[in-house]
Every structure is written in C-alpha cells, then in structure tokens.
C-alpha cells in the first residue's frame, strides 16, 4: 500500500528540480513587482495551495495571517482545479480577477502552477498590465 503525502511536494520532485523551480518563479515574481508600484503582492502556489515562492512589496503590511494565506492559496488552487475540467470546452484559463474592497487579485494559471498578484483596489487593471504580467509569466 502506498501513502502519499500531499503536504510534502518535495517528495515528488529530487532536490535540485525543486530548488531550480523556486529560483525561476522567484525571479518571475521579482519582475512582475516591477512592473508597477500598485502590486502589493506577488506570490506561486502549485495545485495543493502549496506555497513554490512570493513576494511583498516593502513597506506593505500583509493583509493575511500565515494561516489565512494557507487556506486562501488551498481554496483557490481548488478553484483553479475545477476550472481547468471547463478548459476543454471553454479553452485554458488566461486570468481571473477578483475585486474586493481593499484589493484586486488577479491569478494567471498553468499547468498546476497559479500566479497570484495582489494590487491596491483604487487602481484600474487596463489590458497593457495585465499582458505585461501574463507575458512574463509564460517566458521561460
């Protein structure tokens, strides 16, 4: 019989593919908090909410508690996981927004991968942000 630990995903990949994985999306999320000072946040998680790598913006306070990033990051890797049976009909997912009062998050979603941003929610999210993002997410 045979147990698997979902919880550990390091168990899945050896060492080095995993650290290399956390480097590259590192520098991706670097660069997308560069592209404008309204993101607040930009962090990975891969298909079991697990967090791969993030960053927030200095001088922010985080919004969530490390528990609540948990359960935030394990209900939208969930989302992401039923939308993704829709894709044969609908197509893949491009990005999903959604607007709360305090900010906007957009997540760009692929193979098992989810980007998720946070930006303040006084700023507008025009296309040119959003393909900026989406572009630097799909170099490799």
């Known amino acids: 019989m045979w147990f698997i630990n979902l ?3 390091t168990t899945y990949m ?7 994985m956390i480097s ?10 560069l592209i404008s000072t309204n993101i ?4 990975v998680f891969n298909k079991y909410g697990r967090t ?9 306070k985080p919004i969530f508690s490390s528990n609540e990033v948990r359960e935030e990051f394990f209900t939208i890797a969930s989302i992401m ?3 993704e049976k829709s894709s044969k009909t609908l197509g893949e997912i491009e990005f999903m927004t959604i ?7 957009l997540l760009f979603y692929k193979n098992g991968i989810t980007f998720y941003i946070t930006i303040n929610s ?19």
């Open 7 to 9: 919880n550990n995903f």
């Open 14 to 20: 050896n060492k080095g593919s995993w650290e290399k």
């Open 24 to 33: 590259t999306h590192r520098k991706k999320c670097e660069k997308i908090m």
């Open 40 to 43: 607040r946040y930009v962090g």
């Open 52 to 60: 791969i790598s993030g960053k927030i913006r200095s001088g922010i």
């Open 81 to 83: 996981k039923l939308r």
């Open 99 to 105: 607007s709360h009062k305090k900010i906007n998050i």
């Open 122 to 140: 006084k700023t507008a999210l025009p296309p040119v942000l959003i393909n900026k993002i989406k572009k630097l997410i799909t170099q490799k």
